[in-house]
T-cell receptor, first 117, second 119 residues
Framework: AQKITQTQPGMFVQEKEAVTLDCTYDTSDQSYGLFWYKQPSSGEMIFLIYQGSYDEQNATEGRYSLNFQKARKSANLVISASQLGDSAMYFCAMREGQGGGSYIPTFGRGTSLIVHP | GAGVSQSPRYKVAKRGQDVALRCDPISGHVSLFWYQQALGQGPEFLTYFQNEAQLDKSGLPSDRFFAERPEGSVSTLKIQRTQQEDSAVYLC?????????????????FGQGTRLTVV
């Protein structure tokens, strides 16, 4: 079974608008971490934001925020005020704790985001 | 340099040829990962090192794949007798802490990858 599911192969957004990229995850661990990475055409994976399973507040980093709904096992990335430079692949990843899960970060298949001027 | 460095950036190999991909992690980083990323897919885990110890190689697709990190810094991923299905981007990442013992929010820093094309 897929541990990380990203159901949107591609998303389009108008410049300056907000966009939500979906991510659901599957784990039986109580302790886990969720990450979002951006991969521009240059190929490098750039860390954006982290959410821990015990964090009570949604993570925010500048224009990035994470809509964490633990009961639904979802960790959607919200990008506000989209910019042309946000056009890239976006990957959701999870790292599980020591309760039998894998501590190696596991990635989803990604969502391609295109920002239109 | 300050980041993770991978070389070569691009490699074209004839089917059956052996290749070696190099990763220079961030200095002092304990953890080092190799991932394989096929076109249009997410990174798939290959192997993990904690210093010089290869703690997990469960993702290596066959015994043609071999990785080492003999002094706990630079790592090499070697693929013997390359086949067309080995064509992919090979990503290396490093992290300051041990994945097994570190904090959950330990971030992995990635290199730009090596794009391998087997013809």
């Amino acid at each position: 079974a897929q541990k990380i599911t990203q159901t949107q192969p591609g998303m389009f957004v108008q410049e300056k608008e907000a966009v939500t990229l979906d991510c659901t995850y599957d784990t039986s661990d109580q302790s886990y971490g969720l990450f979002w990475y951006k991969q521009p055409s240059s190929g490098e994976m750039i860390f954006l934001i982290y959410q821990g399973s015990y964090d009570e507040q949604n993570a925010t980093e500048g224009r990035y925020s994470l809509n964490f709904q633990k009961a639904r096992k979802s960790a959607n990335l919200v990008i506000s005020a989209s910019q042309l430079g946000d056009s890239a692949m976006y990957f959701c990843a999870m790292r599980e704790g020591q309760g039998g899960g894998s501590y190696i970060p596991t990635f989803g298949r990604g969502t391609s985001l295109i920002v239109h001027p | 340099g300050a980041g993770v460095s991978q070389s070569p950036r691009y490699k074209v190999a004839k089917r059956g040829q052996d290749v070696a991909l190099r990763c220079d992690p961030i200095s002092g980083h304990v953890s080092l990962f190799w991932y394989q990323q096929a076109l249009g897919q997410g990174p798939e885990f290959l192997t993990y090192f904690q210093n010089e110890a290869q703690l997990d190689k469960s993702g290596l697709p066959s015994d043609r794949f071999f990785a080492e990190r003999p002094e706990g810094s630079v790592s090499t991923l070697k693929i013997q007798r390359t086949q067309q299905e080995d064509s992919a981007v090979y990503l290396c990442a490093s992290s300051l802490e041990s994945m097994a013992q570190g904090t959950m929010n330990t971030e992995a820093f990635f290199g730009q990858g090596t794009r391998l094309t087997v013809v």
